[in-house]
């Protein structure tokens, strides 16, 4: 039995708890940290971002190397050595959840390994591997347990032929052909990895478009640079049976206007669906609310029992790390006495990491136009950027959605070379709301990609030099 008291308890290590963890320790606070996986670090370190994004470079690279001669380099006999690519990503992953560990230690919060239930009030229990509970005294706590993969009926996974977003980052061979089921940011990640590595590979999604939540032209953009790289995309099309071969796997479908769809392939990649991870921790019989597999939270994390917060993919706003950390300073700063502003959820960035990459904050075209902005749009191309062709990598645009009474700045949707870096720009032009000439007008260096950025808001207004 621990018998110290905390501040806060944090339950569950991901980007969400371990940051919140941190500034809970910056601003003075006594801190505990409960993760229940023998490393630190949650989904997005272990299973999610960093894995995933390792790859992705691998494949970058892999694929850089067989257009050398491009750049006047010759490169023979390049080959994909996958155990060595595996053991990177691991590597990457390993070192990763080490730091986390450090800025534990650095930070003198207490870490307690086991699976966390709330025994209200003021108390968590933590039950380790061996069964030993302990309880740990504590003035609030925070639930940030992330979220698994959720099973589609019909399309139980193996962890052979039918893989989910976990299994598909250990696998010992490339599959010769791959289908994705799902075309959200972990569907197209995956099919841009496998695909690059050799994988013969279809996404098939049940909406009209490729990463649905993204902007139009966007998408349509995203398709046809697939296409260019053999990335087949079955659109509009529901998938109702899953049979295995002796070869791998049969998929059968219909699209909305009712044709059938047929595919076979050496595996499946179940790219769709997580849900919240609430098992075991104690909520029933509590204040708390529970709604649609989610907790329910006002503007400030609150949950409906005192002292008790939750954030990341627990809370129904976009599972997204970097908003989880946001969620996770915004709880402690109240906690420790100050007055944070709720967190402006038209400003939180997504940003899919395929190639083409994909980056988007702020308002879609037909989203502002559906609120009732007077919307203006401008768009730049990268195939008419300098740095762009220097680097060999000229598809996509920067597109800049804005509105005409006060030049605001609505959204920017950015795909092709290094757009999850360049949001970060638009991010800040959004929160210190800029207008478009503004952005236009602010000197960028040359060459570079951001360049980019720039000339799509001096397109607003007619400007743009460089088209």
């Given at each position: ?82 155990a060595d690519v595996q053991k990177r990503k691991d590597k990457v992953v390993m070192k990763n959840s080490k730091g986390i560990e450090y800025l534990m230690k650095k930070n003198t919060i207490t870490v307690f390994k086991g699976k966390g239930k709330l025994a209200l009030p003021g108390k968590v229990e933590v039950t380790g591997?061996?069964g030993k509970t302990q309880t740990i005294n504590t003035r609030n706590i925070i639930i940030a347990t992330g979220s698994v993969v959720r099973p589609i009926p019909g399309f139980e996974v193996d962890g052979e032929r039918v893989v989910n977003s976990d299994q598909i980052l250990e696998l010992k061979d490339v599959p010769k ?109 509590t204040k708390i609310k529970v709604e649609r597999g989610t907790i329910q939270v006002d503007e400030f994390c609150r949950t409906g029992e005192q002292n008790v917060y939750a954030i990341g993919d627990v809370i129904p706003t976009p599972w997204l790390a970097h908003l989880a950390s946001k969620e996770g300073i915004l709880v ?136």
């Amino acid at each position: 039995m621990a018998t110290e008291q905390f501040d806060v308890t944090v339950i569950g290590s991901g980007p969400g708890g371990y940051v919140a963890a941190i500034r809970g320790a910056q601003l003075g606070l006594k801190v505990a940290i409960v993760e229940k996986d023998k490393r630190l670090g949650g989904t997005c370190t272990l299973r999610g971002c960093i894995p995933t994004k390792a790859l992705l470079m691998s494949a970058h690279v892999y694929e850089q190397m067989q257009h050398a001669k491009d750049f006047g380099v010759q490169a023979t006999e390049i080959q994909l050595a996958f155990a060595d690519v595996q053991k990177r990503k691991d590597k990457v992953v390993m070192k990763n959840s080490k730091g986390i560990e450090y800025l534990m230690k650095k930070n003198t919060i207490t870490v307690f390994k086991g699976k966390g239930k709330l025994a209200l009030p003021g108390k968590v229990e933590v039950t380790g591997d061996e069964g030993k509970t302990q309880t740990i005294n504590t003035r609030n706590i925070i639930i940030a347990t992330g979220s698994v993969v959720r099973p589609i009926p019909g399309f139980e996974v193996d962890g052979e032929r039918v893989v989910n977003s976990d299994q598909i980052l250990e696998l010992k061979d490339v599959p010769k052909s791959l289908v994705v089921m799902g075309a959200g940011a972990v569907g197209v990640e995956f099919a841009s990895v496998y695909s690059r590595f050799g994988s013969d590979t279809t996404i098939v999604e049940l909406m009209p478009r490729l990463l649905p939540l993204e902007d139009e032209e966007v998408s349509k953009e995203l398709e046809k640079s697939f296409r260019k790289r053999g990335i087949k995309s079955q659109l509009d099309t529901k998938l109702e049976k899953l049979e295995k071969t002796d070869t791998g796997i049969r998929l059968t479908g219909k699209t909305s206007k009712g044709q059938d769809v047929q595919l076979e392939a050496e595996m499946l990649l179940v790219a769709v669906g997580r849900m919240p991870y609430l098992e075991g921790l104690g909520l029933e019989g509590t204040k708390i609310k529970v709604e649609r597999g989610t907790i329910q939270v006002d503007e400030f994390c609150r949950t409906g029992e005192q002292n008790v917060y939750a954030i990341g993919d627990v809370i129904p706003t976009p599972w997204l790390a970097h908003l989880a950390s946001k969620e996770g300073i915004l709880v402690v700063e109240q906690i420790a006495g100050q007055k944070p502003q709720p967190i402006n959820l038209r400003q939180v960035p997504s940003c899919t990491y395929c190639d083409p990459e994909v980056a988007s904050v702020g308002l879609t075209e037909a989203a502002a136009r559906k609120e009732g902005y007077d919307v203006k749009v401008a768009k730049f191309p990268f195939s008419a950027s300098g740095k762009a062709r220097i680097l060999g990598e000229e598809e996509g645009f920067v597109k800049i959605v804005s509105e005409t009474k006060y030049d605001e700045l609505l959204g920017v949707h950015i795909i092709g070379p290094h757009a999850t870096e360049l949001i970060a720009e638009a991010c800040v032009a959004l929160q210190l709301e800029s207008t478009a000439e503004e952005l236009g007008r602010t000197m960028h260096a040359h060459p570079t990609i951001a360049e980019t950025v720039m000339e799509a808001a001096e397109g607003i207004h007619g400007l743009t030099i460089h088209i």
